[in-house]
């Protein structure tokens, strides 16, 4: 539900553009995104900073397209915000040692340090690599296939990065067992010298 609540001003852009054109498309992205953040607000009384940040882009893209009646603007929307997203992973990470990934995920699953590090530097290449792709399609295809792409392609290879991301971290995934070895081994080594020195 999460996953088709984000997807939700995307699907609307879709219909929208099948329905009319790329103008009325965009207005009811931006209309979506704003319907997305009053309802976060309403239900939560506090709206993530990704919303924010997507309200305004698809304001300033959307309105620059609106405005010049200009496609174009609207197709580099999507690819400015992966890449604020992969610099935001990246810089929290090297600059303010935060992991973005370890904060979202940590209450569900239990990694090391180090596979943390790895999976937030897997999702700034990820979304990286998906801003370049979205604005060769745009640049290089009909706007009919970018629009199909921008619902069908983009999620696509997300949920596809999400099940392969799954199978790897179920490998390195840490039970409360293993948690407990690995807190409990190095108070128990001392202990061991101790008996063996009184004995």
């Given at each position: 539900m999460k996953f088709l609540f984000d997807l939700f001003p995307v699907i609307l852009f879709?219909?929208?553009?099948?329905?009319?054109?790329?103008?009325?498309?965009?207005?009811a992205a931006i209309a979506a995104t704003l319907v997305q953040i009053v309802w976060v607000w309403l239900r939560h009384r506090k709206v993530d900073a990704m919303l924010?940040?997507?309200l305004v882009l698809v304001g300033g893209f959307g309105g620059a397209t609106l405005f010049l009646h200009n496609e174009t603007f609207i197709k580099w929307k999507p690819s400015v915000f992966y890449w604020v997203l992969a610099?935001?992973?990246?810089?929290?990470?090297?600059?303010?040692r935060k992991n973005l990934i370890r904060a979202a995920m940590v209450q569900h699953i239990k990694l090391e340090d180090w596979i943390w590090g790895q999976l937030n530097l897997a999702w700034a290449v990820f979304f990286a690599l998906l801003?370049?792709?979205n604005l060769w399609v745009a640049l290089n295809f009909p706007t009919d296939v970018w629009v199909s792409f921008k619902l069908f392609g983009a999620s696509g290879l997300t949920v596809t990065f999400v099940i392969v991301q799954a199978f790897w971290l179920g490998k390195h995934a840490l039970h409360e067992e293993d948690d407990g070895a690995k807190l409990t081994q190095p108070e128990l080594a001392p202990g061991k010298q101790d008996a063996g020195g009184h004995s």
């Open positions: 879709f219909v929208a553009y099948k329905m009319a054109d790329i103008y009325v498309a965009t207005v924010w940040v997507s610099a935001a992973l990246l810089v929290s990470a090297t600059v303010f801003g370049v792709l």
